[in-house]
């Protein structure tokens, strides 16, 4: 048997963290996962790994995963070719649409496609062929708020402002809770770590939230903001800011 190290980022979430892979090929030429640990070398993500990077050689050895398409007939399920697969499906998405509208068929993209380089660079030109409004994914409810609002302001929706949270001796957060979502938008591999060390130098986390999240619970301080006052309180942020004087050119 070979072992072999490789060295790869896992792409089950934004955080992208650094990881090492132990494959053994076997005699007969089978190639398998014998450990996945973080990659401590990772500038990035330093070592981190969470339990869904873990989880990457279950999700490879998984007896029942798919190796090609299955067709329904009747009460069961037959495997068929991918070409057979793919006229189905365009048959039918046709069908439905000449039938129904184009805003018929529905788009889901969430993770991990939106993370798979084949479907980020050529999923467009299928998805634009069907020419529905209706497209949704895991951004629907995660941060097409900060895609608009970074359009409004910079001129693009991928112009995002990014908290520099390893040099920052302050951290507001408003209604996010990065230790479930591993910081969406920031990119932070082992967000705890990198907000507890902003209070090991002596700063400070404060968390807006009518709930206690789990960031909430460590924060330096929760402010449990009604349900609905976001618009009040950041109106009331501005307002302090402007009348204290507190504002800057540049």
Not at 108 to 136: A, C, D, E, I, W
Request: with cysteine; hydrophobic share 40%; aromatic share 6%.
């Amino acid at each position: 048997m070979t072992k072999t190290l490789h060295h790869r980022a896992c792409h089950l979430c934004e955080a992208i963290c650094g990881l090492t892979l132990e494959t053994t090929q076997g005699e007969d030429a089978s190639l398998a996962i014998t450990s996945i640990k973080g990659d401590p070398l990772d500038t990035f993500s330093r070592g981190h790994i969470c339990p869904k990077a873990v989880a990457l050689q279950d999700i490879q050895n998984d007896p029942d995963r798919l190796h090609q398409p299955m067709l329904r007939v009747g009460s069961e399920w037959q495997p068929i070719p991918w070409e057979d697969a793919f006229v189905l499906v365009a048959e039918r998405l046709a069908a439905i649409q000449t039938r129904h509208g184009q805003n018929a068929v529905a788009v889901y993209q969430g993770n991990p496609s939106v993370h798979n380089y084949g479907l980020m660079t050529h999923s467009n030109y299928f998805l634009g062929q069907l020419k529905t409004r209706n497209r949704f994914s895991a951004t629907s409810v995660d941060q097409l708020p900060h895609h608009l609002t970074s359009h409004l302001m910079y001129g693009h929706g991928l112009l995002l402002p990014i908290p520099d949270i390893d040099h920052t001796d302050f951290m507001l957060i408003l209604g996010g809770n990065p230790l479930a979502s591993n910081g969406s938008i920031m990119t932070v591999p082992d967000v705890e770590k990198r907000l507890k060390a902003i209070q090991a130098r002596g700063g400070k986390v404060v968390v807006v939230d009518p709930r206690r999240s789990e960031t909430a619970a460590m924060a330096d301080q929760h402010l449990f903001v009604r349900p609905g006052g976001d618009a009040a309180l950041l109106f009331g942020l501005l307002n302090t800011l402007f009348a204290e004087n507190l504002t800057r050119d540049s």
